[in-house]
């Protein structure tokens, strides 16, 4: 897999699970993430083990381990908040972990592609 397939596939997982469904009238999305979070731990429990699949694809682009570590703490505090009772369920909607875990991805790969066209070497 090219890391621009593992970049569009993080996205895409990202755009899943935070936001594939829009609400009518409002500029609100949610995703499997924000269902999953219903159903009290297993959910949110079942939501950080997909949301890993993004620190996964961070770890095969060579990703440095403060930006996982960065990611990881995402989908942990996602994760407390998410076991909490109805504020769980507002935060999965207004959180979006994994489109913000894309976006440091996206970000952190568009710099190594900056410096490599600088330097004109790969990486």
Do not use: C, Y
Request: aromatic share 6%.
């Amino acid at each position: 897999m090219t890391p621009e397939d593992r970049l569009r596939r993080a996205s895409r997982t990202a755009d899943l699970l935070d936001g594939v469904w829009g609400i009518p009238f409002t500029r609100w999305r949610f995703g499997l993430d924000a269902l999953l979070g219903l159903l009290p731990v297993a959910g949110d429990l079942l939501s950080a083990l997909l949301g890993l699949s993004l620190v996964w694809h961070a770890h095969h682009l060579g990703a440095p381990t403060h930006l996982k570590l960065r990611m990881l703490g995402n989908i942990a505090l996602d994760f407390v908040i998410g076991s909490l009772p109805v504020l769980g369920d507002i935060a999965d909607i207004a959180m979006r972990k994994n489109q913000r875990n894309a976006r440091l991805l996206e970000r952190w790969a568009q710099q190594q592609a900056d410096i490599q066209s600088q330097t004109g070497t790969h990486l």
